[in-house]
C-alpha cells in the first residue's frame, strides 16, 4: 500500500517573516512531483520546514508521514522515519569520510528499528556501497574522502544522491539537484534518481528549471508562487512554463482574481 507525506494548509516563517502561506501538498510512494517557480518563493523553504531546520518556525498546518505529525518531531527522528532531503547547499565535514558518514548513518536507522540491532557487517557495507557508487558511476576512491569537501559541484550533488541510495528513505526531496550541474553530471544524476525511483518510493524533485524535467520525468508537476502552491498538473504544465515563463502563470493567477471580483 502506498504511504502518503501530507502537507496541509502549511505556514512557516524565518526571522519573522512569513514564507509559507498555506502550502497544500500530498506525495506518495511511487509517485514523483516536480515543485516549481521562481526563485525566492519559498520552494526551499518548504523543503527546510519538511526536514525540520531549527530556523523555520511552523505557525499553521500539518505534515502528516505515517500517523505522525512530523512538525513535532526533530530532524533525526523525521529521517529515520523515512524522510530525506538532498540539499542545494551541501555542508561539507571534515575528517568523516563518505563511508564513515553512510555506515553511522545506516546503523542509526537500523538501530532506530530494532535496538537490538549490532549494525551492518563491513563486508556487506562494503558491497552495498561498491553497488550504490557503480550506479551512479562514481570512483569507488570517493568513499574515503571526506564528506563534501573540495567535491566539485556535480560531484557533491552525486555524494547527495549515494545517500539516497544506500538510505532507502520512502519519500526524497531533492532541493536543486540539477544546479551547478554540466549536461553529463545531470544524466548521471539523473540516471541514478531514475534507477532509484519505483513504488516504495516518493520524490519531489525542487527546480527552478525544467531541464531535470527531461531527464527524470514527473508525474505530477506544481508551481509555487509567493509561498503557495498556485496551479498544479501534469509534465504538459513543465512544457508550458518552459514555453511562457512564470509570467504566466502570474497572469493566471491575476486573471482568477479578477473574475472573482
Ligand atoms: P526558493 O528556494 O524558492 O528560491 P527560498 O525558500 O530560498 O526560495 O526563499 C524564500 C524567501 O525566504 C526569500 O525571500 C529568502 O530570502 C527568505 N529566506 C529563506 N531562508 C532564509 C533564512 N534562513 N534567513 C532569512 N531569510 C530566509
Ligand atoms: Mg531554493
Redo the contacts with the bound molecule.
Keep these: 500500500m502506498a504511504l502518503a507525506l501530507e502537507i496541509r494548509g502549511l505556514h512557516a516563517s524565518?526571522?519573522g517573516?512569513e514564507?509559507l502561506k498555506g502550502v497544500d501538498l500530498t506525495v506518495k510512494t511511487g509517485e514523483i512531483h516536480a515543485l516549481m517557480?521562481p526563485?525566492?518563493?519559498?520552494?526551499?523553504?518548504l523543503a527546510n520546514v519538511l526536514m525540520g531546520h531549527p530556523?523555520y518556525q511552523v505557525s499553521a498546518g500539518e505534515i502528516l508521514f505515517k500517523g505522525k505529525n512530523l512538525v513535532e518531531l526533530a530532524p533525526d527522528e523525521r529521517s529515520r522515519l523515512g524522510l530525506f532531503m538532498a540539499f542545494q547547499y551541501p555542508v561539507s565535514i571534515s575528517g568523516l569520510s563518505v563511508a564513515n558518514f553512510l555506515r553511522t548513518a545506516i546503523n542509526s536507522r537500523r538501530k532506530a528499528a530494532d535496538p537490538e540491532d549490532k549494525g551492518i557487517g563491513v563486508p556487506e557495507f562494503r558491497r552495498v556501497l561498491k553497488e550504490k557508487m557503480d550506479m551512479l558511476k562514481m570512483p569507488h576512491e570517493f568513499a574515503g574522502r571526506y564528506l563534501n569537501e573540495g567535491f566539485s559541484g556535480g560531484e557533491k550533488k552525486r555524494a547527495e544522491i549515494l545517500q539516497l541510495a544506500t538510505l532507502e528513505p520512502e519519500i526524497a526531496i531533492l532541493d536543486e539537484t540539477d544546479s551547478g550541474l554540466d549536461i553529463d553530471a545531470l544524466r548521471v544524476v539523473s540516471e541514478g534518481v531514475n534507477a532509484l525511483a519505483g513504488p516504495k518510493l516518493g520524490i519531489l524533485i525542487i527546480t527552478h528549471y525544467q531541464r531535470i524535467l527531461n531527464y527524470i520525468k514527473p508525474h505530477f508537476v506544481h508551481v509555487?508562487l509567493d509561498g503557495r502552491i498556485v496551479e498544479s498538473g501534469g509534465p504538459d504544465l513543465a512544457e508550458h512554463l518552459e514555453e511562457r515563463g512564470y509570467g504566466w502563470v502570474r497572469e493566471m493567477q491575476e486573471e482568477k482574481a479578477a473574475e472573482v471580483l
Design positions: 524565518v526571522e517573516k514564507i517557480g526563485n525566492g518563493t519559498g520552494k526551499s523553504t530556523s509555487m
